[in-house]
Every structure is written in C-alpha cells, then in structure tokens.
C-alpha cells in the first residue's frame, strides 16, 4: 500500500477509482485506473490512441502544469520517461526516489517526498513561476508516444551518451518507441545493433559519412522519421521501401543517381526530401505516394518535370537548380497550377527523356568525311575517308595508329554498317552479319545506354588521343580538340573554313566557359560544367548567343529561368534585354509580376535603365487593374 498511497499523494487522483472489490489497492489496479481515463489533478491524461490489447503502451502526455514548480514538472516527466510496465510487482516509491534523487537538484523537493506528511497532496506554490513549455531538444534518446507530435510533448532531455553502442544496450530493455539521433559521429554505415532495435521511430543519422544502407533496415518496421542528409550515400537498397511507415524521409545532400523504382510502397510519405544530389529522373512510381504533401527536390540533373506530381496534392513543391527541358521555367512561375496544366496538355513531352540527335550527327560526320586524316580501302576498290580518333578510343586495332590507309578485306556494302556503329556506337543493320568486320577492327560490344555513348564522347575531350586542333581563352586556359567533331556547329565550321590551315584559334570567353561550350559540342549538354562551375550559367548564355548557338542558349535561358530569385532577377531581366535572349525575358516578368510588392525595393530594379523600369511599372499596372 505504501506505493500506491505515495502515488496518490503525488499525482492526486482518487485511490478508490483503483480499488479491488475486497477494498484492497494495488499498483496494477492503480495502472488500470490510469488506462481507464483516470484523470489526475496535475494534469496528467491517458492517451487512449493504442490498442488496449498492448498492456505496455501506457503513455502520457503533460497537458497544463499550471503554477506548479520546476522541480514539480521534472517529477511529473518521470513518468513519461520511465518504463511503468517494469514496475508492476515493485516497490513504485523506490522508484520515485531513487529517480528523483539524480535528476532533481532541489533537496527539499526529495524530503517532501520522503516526509511523512505524503499522504497530504502537494498543493501548488504560487510564488514560484511556472515553466515554459519547452521547444524539443536535440539528445540522443527520448521516449515519445508513437502517435503524437515530438513537438507537443515535454521532454527532459538526457545527457548524450559517448558510445552508440552503450546507448544502444541501454534502450533493447526499453518498452517505449524511442527517438534516436546520432550526429557527425563520422559513421561510415548505420550500424547493425540499431536494426536490433525495431521500436526506433523517428532516427537522425544526418552529418555523418555513410555511403551505403544496409538491408536490414527495412526490420524497423516503426520508423516514421528519417534524417539521413549531408552523407555520402549513393544507392538505396530495394528493401528501404518495406519502411510503410514513414512519413518523413530527408537524403538531401548525398550522392544518389536514382531512387528505387518502388518508392511508390511508401504510401504514408507525406514528406520527401532529394535535393542536391545528382538525380537525373524520379521512378514512375512516385504518382503512388498519394498522401505526399511536400516533394523537394532542386539541385539535381532533372531534365523534366515528374509528370507523377499531377496526381498528387502538394502543398510544397521545389525543383530549381535543375537543368529542366519541360516544362518552360516561365510555366513553372507562374505556379503549380499551370504545371500541371502543361503536363497534362503535353504530356507526350514526359513520357521520356528527351533523346540527344548526336548519335544521327555523329553518323553523319561520318558520312560527310570532313577533316579526315585516314582513309579505308574496301575489297571492291572503295575509299572511305575516316578519323584515327574514334578508332583509337573505341577500337583496339594498333595498326590504325600508323597507316595512313589501311585495306580490308570485305566489300563497302559490308564494312560502312560497321564503321556507323563505331562513330555512333549504335547497333545499325541486323540483316548482315557483320561480327568477322567487328572482329577486325576489335570493336567491344555495343550498348544500348544513350549515356555511355555520351560519356566515351566526353572523355575525347577531356583525354584526347591525336587531336588536331587547339583553342585558348581570354584568360589563358587551353584546351585540345577534334576539328570533325566541332565542325558539327556552324560557328567551328566557318572558323576552320576560313582558315583551314590555321590549328591554333582564340575564343573571346574565360577558360571555364571555353570548357562549357566545347563539352556542348561534344555532348549535346553542360553537365559537368554546371556542376562544377554553376556561377558561369550567365556568360555561358550570352556567349553561346554571340556565337550563334541557339541549342546551348535554349539549354541556358532554361536552367537561368529555374534559378531566378528576387535579389537577381531585374540584373537577369535586363542582361536577357540587352542580349536578345528571347525566351528569358518574359520568364523574369512572369517572375517580377508575381513578386512585384518585393521587386521594386531591390537594388537590381533601381539600376535598371528608366525605359525597362518603365515597362516593367507597365506590366504590373495592368495586372493590377485586371484584378
């Protein structure tokens, strides 16, 4: 009776809700009462959210302290933060006391305890202030209810422990749900004695250097909260989406190149977090995340727009930074809404990547003969002119490296099918057989993969093997080439044209967008050197603009549009101005018309010309009076 009479002191409630029909009180009847909505006076409810059939999710949450002491709050939280189910059949005052002893530091509140006057009720002291409910404090482990916001409940926070693997121990004898984080602890993988711990529910591994995920993760089968950005993680496993009940998922600054196509499984998502990564397309399965409210996911290698988003109900929605081909960035700023509207009026657009043309040029190249420096004699007396280059990166052959022209056993109806698939690395007729020609010039097997074809494209630039032309930038840097393949551009034709002799030509561009332009010509795109150097987005535009490179300005215009803010977009508005950038323009007054209370106290708008302040003052008059 001792402990049961303690409680009742402490805690207020009545002792005969809690008794048994022999007038007997013990502490599982005293339990029982709590579960049954037994409301004590200091504030204290059940939550009645569980199964009743769980004996041991007995939770509680503090709903008002009123004017009761600090030290009164910090006795209060221990039941919230001990284990009740292992006191049943204990003695509930030792308990009490040995608690308060190391987390109370007012002895007095330890005497009231102990004292012989506990069977009168605390009564409240109205000199003292009471507590401000708490903002949820970073620690490394809080029992919290499972159903419940972290962010309502009162948490005592507990001093971190030195090894994970010590608190690890600590909590497999814990009944509750817990919350663990473990932060910039330089963990290369999450370690396996956390998967031993299913009741885990919200866990923050952020700022660590973890590279891959385990498995076994999916045996936290109560995990509605995971932290795991700023690693170095690039894949997910397929059994990470097992986690159905997650509801929050944050990888954002790591170094993933997909998602698993399954992702859809996580149906209680409401949260996704991927930015700054180097995601190139979301899976089709995104459309199933149906309770999604906030999808994130600017600075990747995005060429589109998820069409999936047009099934979901997103309050949130990021997705700048992104190199975007669909839909147009001044679609995009004008809101959701007409996002939408594109996909699903162009939705032909989404249903893939847009394919790049540079295989069929590079085909033709080949087909033209231009800038040749070898040449193939076929069997019927044909010469076919050719370039070592691309049979050195993508055959094995060693005589091609010393003949000027090399013969070849097989008549040209056989051998030109070849040497398209060796220029655009693309299976071409499959009526002839073709592999005794594929065998002489030790070709490797053709793949499928668009960008494996792009990739070996850019490695012949970056480590060229007999180049025979060089270009130097305003700055000094220099970098080597191909005259047949920058000849695909109009610009690089009339410049060899005009000099054909010449092998050393300037370029009026810093080094880096030097480097910018030339991966264009190779690729078709501007990955690497955004990547590496996304501040030269802006000389990148209008100097493909000045050399007549309408491809690599639409690339530009898109990527600048997705980047506009409020502090740059009248500089960007007025540079798209003076550069004829036709696309751009209008993407900025979209912008500056529904940013237009903010715009007009920036600094970028006050060093605008008086006749482009005046137009954009135009614009937003008459948007206003249309409202």
């Known amino acids: 009776m001792e402990e049961v009479e303690a409680l009742q002191a402490i805690y207020g409630f009545d002792l005969e809700q809690a008794r048994n029909s022999d007038g007997s009180c013990t502490i599982s009847f005293v339990l029982n009462a709590l579960e049954n909505g037994c409301r004590p006076k200091f504030g204290l409810s059940i939550d009645d959210r569980y199964p009743s059939s769980d004996p041991f999710n007995i939770t509680v949450m503090i709903s008002d302290l009123g004017d009761h002491s600090r030290d009164l709050t910090n006795l209060v939280e221990t039941l919230i933060t001990s284990q009740i189910s292992q006191w049943r059949g204990q003695n509930m005052l030792f308990d009490l006391i040995q608690y308060a002893q190391t987390c109370i530091a007012d002895q007095v509140e330890i005497h009231r305890l102990q004292a012989e006057e506990a069977r009168i009720p605390i009564q409240p002291q109205p000199a003292i202030v009471p507590p401000r409910r708490p903002n949820p404090v970073p620690v490394t482990s809080n029992k919290v209810r499972s159903n419940?916001?972290?962010?309502?409940?009162?948490?005592k926070p507990i001093k971190p422990l030195p090894e994970l693997d010590a608190y690890l121990k600590a909590i497999q004898e814990d009944a509750y749900w817990v919350r663990l984080i473990y932060q910039k602890k330089k963990l290369t993988a999450i370690p396996d004695e956390v998967f031993d711990n299913p009741l885990i529910h919200d866990m923050d591994l952020s700022h660590n250097s973890i590279f891959s995920i385990s498995p076994r993760i999916s045996t936290l089968s109560h995990l509605t909260k995971l932290y795991l950005q700023n690693n170095e993680i690039e894949e997910l496993p397929i059994q990470f989406c097992n986690l159905q009940q997650l509801t929050t998922l944050n990888l954002s600054k790591n170094k993933l190149k997909s998602l698993p196509e399954n992702l859809g499984l996580l149906t209680n998502l409401a949260c996704l977090t991927v930015e700054h990564n180097q995601l190139e397309a979301m899976p089709e399965s995104l459309g199933s995340l149906q309770k999604l409210t906030t999808l994130e996911i600017a600075h990747n290698r995005l060429k589109m727009i998820p069409a999936q988003i047009v099934d979901l109900e997103l309050n949130i929605f990021r997705c700048?930074?992104?190199?975007?081909?669909?839909?147009?960035?001044?679609?995009?700023?004008?809101g959701l809404f007409y996002v939408k509207k594109y996909i699903r009026e162009n939705l032909g657009l989404f249903l893939s990547l847009p394919a790049s043309g540079l295989r069929e040029e590079m085909i033709q190249i080949f087909e033209k003969g231009n800038f040749p420096d070898f040449s193939l004699k076929t069997r019927d007396g044909k010469e076919i002119p050719l370039h070592r280059e691309l049979f050195l990166q993508n055959c094995s052959d060693y005589q091609l490296a010393h003949h000027r022209t090399l013969e070849i056993g097989y008549d040209s109806e056989m051998v030109i099918p070849v040497l398209k698939e060796i220029y655009s690395q693309k299976s071409q007729d499959a009526h002839l057989d073709l592999q005794p020609i594929r065998d002489f010039f030790k070709m490797p097997s053709l793949q499928s993969d668009p960008k494996i074809f792009l990739n070996s494209m850019y490695m012949m630039l970056m480590k060229p093997i007999q180049p025979d032309v060089s270009f130097r930038s305003e700055d000094g840097g220099r970098r080597m080439a191909h005259r047949f393949i920058c000849s695909r551009l109009e610009y690089f034709q009339a410049m060899f044209t005009f000099d054909s002799q010449r092998t050393d030509f300037d370029l009026d561009c810093t080094s880096d967008c030097q480097d910018a332009i030339l991966e264009f010509v190779y690729t078709d795109d501007i990955e690497h050197a955004i990547t590496d150097h996304p501040d030269i987005i802006l000389e990148l535009a209008v100097t493909a603009s000045r050399f007549g490179l309408?491809?690599?300005?639409?690339?530009?215009?898109?990527?600048?549009?997705y980047n506009l803010d409020v502090d740059n977009v009248c500089s960007i508005y007025g540079l798209a101005h003076d550069h004829q950038l036709h696309r751009l323009k209008p993407c900025c007054m979209f912008f500056m018309l529904n940013n237009r209370l903010k715009i007009k106290s920036t600094d970028g708008f006050r060093e605008l010309s008086d006749e482009l302040r005046a137009n954009i003052q135009k614009e937003i008059d008459h948007m206003t009076k249309s409202e």
């Open 148 to 155: 419940s916001n972290p962010d309502e409940i009162m948490r």
């Open 550 to 561: 309408d491809r690599l300005v639409n690339i530009c215009e898109n990527i600048i549009g």
């Open 320 to 334: 700048v930074n992104n190199p975007l081909v669909h839909p147009p960035p001044e679609v995009y700023h004008r």
